[in-house]
């Protein structure tokens, strides 16, 4: 039971990585052998980190070079670059053939998030629509892809994809893009604290006329209420002042005394 547990712990968390520590080992035709077993596998998907081994470069040149382009191939390569070189390269298994398919829809994903149909049948060379769904949805299982089948429109359309090996003259390539990306991130950045700046700015001068128009509101009622206060003291204590619209004028008596309407003497 111990044994089996101390086993266990010492399964490699990578993949390739129990390949790459069997590679120290091995020469010659047991390299080509292990590239074969390695392409082969399942859940392997990543062969830069074999590819690099000295034992695997020495393959390179010689009788056995056309296995050590066939891991070049998985590494960075997609199906027409097979067909391109086919002459110098080992006939695929179904299984290698199907793998590198699989890594060739991962390219295509890293590159589009939104992928025809038409465009993966030329890139795969598969003509039926049900085969390359298949495929498509048995890459989604794999976990190197996510993503969903648009039927009706007959897209791919890419929530995530893995990572292929970088070669290393690309290393320059990638770090160009990172660093335009990076000057990007700082510009729109940039942009953001000024328009921050702006919006701070219009709300202060908002804010302030809020109050300018407070405080004369607050002045308004202090004069109100001196004045109601300076005309209450003004009235005689107990006395009920008139209001002046109540006031009628006082009548005058016509010449001689009489009124309107009172019988005057005849002499």
Known sequence: ??????????LP??????????AKNFHGSAIVSLINQALDANGVYIFGELLEQPSVQEIAEGPDAKYYKLLKLFAYGICSDYEENKDELPELTLIQRRKLQQLTIVSLASKNKRIPYHELQSQLGINDLRELEDLIIETIYTGIIEGKLDQQEQMFEVDF?????VRSDSVDEIINTLETWCNRCD?????LEDEIRKANSVKAEKEAAKNE???KIEKIKAMIKEEAA???SATSPGKKETPSYLKLPKKVPREGGGLRGSKVGRD
């Open 1 to 10: 039971m111990a044994s089996e547990q101390s086993s266990a712990v010492l």
């Open 13 to 22: 968390a990578n993949p390739i990585e129990q390949y790459v520590i069997l």
């Open 161 to 165: 994809a893995i990572s292929r090996d």
């Open 187 to 191: 510009t729109t950045l940039k942009d």
């Open 213 to 215: 128009i407070k405080n």
């Open 230 to 232: 300076a005309s209450g």
